[in-house]
């Protein structure tokens, strides 16, 4: 689940902060009362913003990986649906992110999110394991995890070795070009959790591609320097209230590229 307060915090400055703290720190906090965006929502998102892209140092994906993207957190559908359904009948509930999963718990919903995307095509599947593969790999490199756990991270890296070879084997792009849409899926899903959980900060992304997009939050949307999505695009996801009031339950949201 994406976490998104109802009234984000101003800014202490104008400075680019690099993006993915400032999503970090919405996702750690403790709400009484947020918005919730689910995974899958999100991921849709990351998808649409991937086919919107239109500056010529990104790759090209064709319509099953732009599909695979839209569906790479597919797994989170029913650890969503708990926190919803917890929502919806204990007011008094304080629901927590995807920072808050346990190991097990991400695991099994990243495992389901590959097998969804492999179900698309062989690319896709390939790209989507690679994401979480970087992930698993970086949480196991930073060595913060019970050994029961560690040894859980490890046997998934094993485990999508295998499937990314036998994927790779299935479909037409070589390797590094298959890395450099893992890398096109990642700078999207960033883009999208950074829109989702509505923060206000001005931002810095990782460098993509060999160029650093940086975010600017102007009256009536954000600005995107350089523009790697054409100005005047308005982009659109569904939120719900914690808790519910009778008369408001959730709606959609958007954001305005200037």
């Known amino acids: 689940m994406i976490i998104r307060p109802l009234e984000p915090q101003s800014p202490a400055s104008a400075e680019f902060l690099p993006a993915w703290p400032v999503v970090e720190r919405i996702q750690r906090h403790q709400y009484q009362s947020c918005w919730l965006i689910t995974q899958p929502s999100h991921a849709a998102l990351a998808g649409t913003l991937a086919s919107a892209l239109n500056d010529p140092h990104f790759p090209k994906p064709d319509a099953n990986l732009i599909q695979a993207i839209a569906l790479h957190d597919a797994g989170w559908g029913m650890p969503d649906?708990?926190?919803?359904?917890?929502?919806?009948?204990?007011?008094?509930?304080?629901?927590?992110?995807f920072l808050e999963m346990s190991v097990p718990?991400?695991?099994?919903?990243?495992?389901?999110?590959?097998?969804?995307?492999?179900?698309?095509?062989?690319?896709?599947?390939?790209?989507?394991?690679?994401?979480?593969?970087?992930?698993?790999?970086?949480?196991?490199?930073?060595?913060?995890?019970?050994?029961?756990d560690r040894q859980k991270l490890e046997a998934f890296l094993s485990g999508e070795a295998r499937r990314e070879k036998k994927l790779a084997s299935l479909q037409t792009l070589d390797i590094p070009k298959l890395e450099l849409l893992t890398d096109l899926l990642q700078f999207c899903d960033l883009l999208s959790l950074y829109i989702c959980c509505?923060?206000?900060?001005?931002?810095?992304?990782?460098?993509?591609?060999?160029?650093?997009?940086?975010?600017?939050?102007?009256?009536?949307?954000?600005?995107?320097?350089?523009?790697?999505?054409?100005?005047?695009?308005?982009?659109?996801?569904?939120a719900l209230l914690h808790p519910q009031r009778k008369d408001l339950a959730g709606k959609e949201m958007s954001v305005q590229i200037l």
Do not use: C, M
Request: hydrophobic share 40%.
């Open 198 to 238: 509505g923060a206000l900060e001005n931002v810095a992304f990782p460098e993509y591609f060999g160029i650093q997009l940086r975010i600017t939050h102007e009256a009536g949307g954000i600005r995107l320097n350089p523009p790697v999505i054409a100005p005047n695009a308005k982009f659109s996801f569904a």
């Open 105 to 148: 718990e991400f695991l099994s919903a990243w495992t389901r999110s590959i097998e969804v995307a492999q179900s698309v095509s062989p690319g896709g599947g390939y790209i989507v394991s690679r994401h979480f593969y970087r992930l698993a790999e970086h949480r196991v490199n930073a060595s913060e995890d019970a050994k029961p």
């Open 81 to 97: 649906a708990q926190i919803i359904q917890e929502s919806r009948s204990n007011s008094a509930y304080q629901p927590g992110s």
